[in-house]
């Protein structure tokens, strides 16, 4: 199985910048694609970006230009860097990932962290 430990988030004020963290531990060489999620209050959970196992990243047209997704070499610990942030990126953010193990697909979703942007 794979775990995701998210670590960051807090109060920022709107042009400021913040850095979130995913540690996955368990089976990570059966990640498929990682990122990050986010969900505001009233809205549904829309992907703001994720990093595929060929290294490939894909962005929310919402967070272009201002967020970068990494992770380390050991693919293990990926990195959401946010910056010049605007009230509207005020959300629970939670870690995700997806891939096969044991010939099963999964989904596996970390615990969440809060992000408020204040104007």
């Known amino acids: 199985q794979v775990q995701l430990v998210e670590s960051g988030g807090g109060l920022v004020q709107a042009g400021g910048s913040l850095r979130l963290s995913c540690a996955a531990s368990?089976?990570?060489?059966?990640?498929?694609?990682i990122g990050w999620f986010r969900q505001a209050p009233g809205k549904q959970r829309e992907l703001v970006a994720a990093?595929?196992?060929?290294?490939?990243?894909n962005y929310a047209d919402s967070v272009k230009g201002r967020f970068i997704i990494s992770r380390d070499n050991a693919k293990t610990t990926v990195t959401l860097q946010m910056n010049s942030l605007k009230p509207e990126d005020t959300a629970v953010y939670y870690c995700?990932?997806?891939?096969?193990?044991?010939?099963?697909?999964?989904?596996?979703w970390g615990q969440g962290t809060q992000v408020t942007v204040s104007s």
């Open positions: 990093i595929s196992r060929d290294d490939s990243t």
């Open positions: 995700h990932a997806n891939g096969i193990t044991w010939g099963s697909p999964f989904n596996i």
């Open positions: 368990g089976r990570t060489a059966s990640i498929d694609v």
